[in-house]
């Protein structure tokens, strides 16, 4: 059974920086499209940005193009998001999650329920 891990997230000032790392446990992420969703406290979850399994296709919602970055390797099976010119509305919880093969990526890539393995969620706080 294939376990997500999320980490790095913490406290930032506006225009700071931060990356997230998603990796797994019991099966390797190489196969599976992924995507990082966040909850901002009193708002739904929301899709941010979505990563085929072969690493070559990438999304981004609009709010976040040019500042967040999605990147994989699978040899070190991680999956990375980063974000910079990090500003209070980014704060939220950020949550990794996982699909076996390409469908979820090409079908919606920012549905929540395409997406079948959940890490518990990395916490971004934004505030000066």
């Known amino acids: 059974q294939l376990q997500v891990v999320e980490s790095g997230g913490g406290s930032v000032q506006p225009g700071g920086s931060l990356t997230l790392s998603c990796t797994s446990t019991g099966r390797r992420l190489e196969y599976h499209a992924v995507a990082w969703f966040r909850q901002a406290p009193g708002k739904e979850r929301e899709g941010v940005s979505c990563?085929?399994?072969?690493?070559?296709?990438?999304e981004y919602i609009e709010a976040v193009k040019g500042r967040f970055t999605v990147s994989r390797d699978h040899a070190k099976n991680m999956v990375w998001l980063q974000m910079n010119n990090l500003g209070p509305e980014d704060t939220a919880v950020y949550y990794c999650?996982?699909?076996?093969?390409?469908?979820?990526?090409?079908?919606?890539?920012?549905?929540?329920?395409?997406?079948?393995?959940w890490g518990q969620g990395t916490e971004v706080t934004v505030s000066a």
């Open positions: 999650a996982a699909a076996p093969g390409d469908h979820a990526h090409y079908s919606g890539c920012y549905r929540s329920d395409k997406y079948d393995y």
């Open positions: 990563i085929n399994a072969p690493g070559g296709s990438t």
